[in-house]
Nanobody
C-alpha cells in the first residue's frame, strides 16, 4: 500500500510559477514510477507528466511540454512538478499517482492516487 499526499497548489497569476509536491509513504514507495494528472471542471482527467524510478525517463503531455518539469527525490520519497509560464487553462485539480509499471502515461496503469491539490491560474 502506498499513500500519496499532494501539496503546493494555490492561486497564481497568468505567467507565474508554482511547484507541486507529492509525499509518498508506504511499502517500497520509491520503487514505483510516478505521474501527475489533472482534471478541470467538466473535463476528463488528463495526463500531465510521468517519471520512471531512476529519473532517467520522463514523458509530458503536449499541453505542458516546455513549461512543466517533473522530478523526484527518492531519498525523500517526494515527487515534484515545477510549473512555469502558467496559463488560465492550466486551472485544475492536480493529482499524483504511483504505478508498478516502468513508466505510464494512461491512468489505468496507475495503482495509487493522491487526493489532489487545486491550482487556479487567473488571467
Amino acid at each position: 500500500q502506498v499513500q500519496l499526499v499532494e501539496s503546493g497548489g494555490g492561486l497564481v497569476q497568468s505567467g507565474g510559477s508554482l511547484r507541486l509536491s507529492c509525499a509518498a509513504s508506504g511499502r517500497s514507495a520509491s520503487s514505483y514510477s510516478m505521474g501527475w494528472f489533472r482534471q478541470a471542471p467538466g473535463k476528463e482527467r488528463e495526463f500531465v507528466a510521468a517519471i520512471n524510478w531512476g529519473s532517467t525517463g520522463t514523458y509530458y503531455g503536449d499541453s505542458v511540454k516546455g513549461r512543466f518539469t517533473i522530478s523526484r527525490d527518492n531519498a525523500k520519497n517526494t515527487l515534484y512538478l515545477q510549473m512555469n509560464s502558467l496559463k488560465p487553462e492550466d486551472t485544475a485539480v492536480y493529482y499524483c499517482a504511483a504505478s508498478r509499471t516502468l513508466i505510464a502515461t494512461i491512468q489505468e496503469h496507475y495503482d495509487y492516487w493522491g487526493q489532489g491539490t487545486q491550482v487556479t491560474v487567473s488571467s
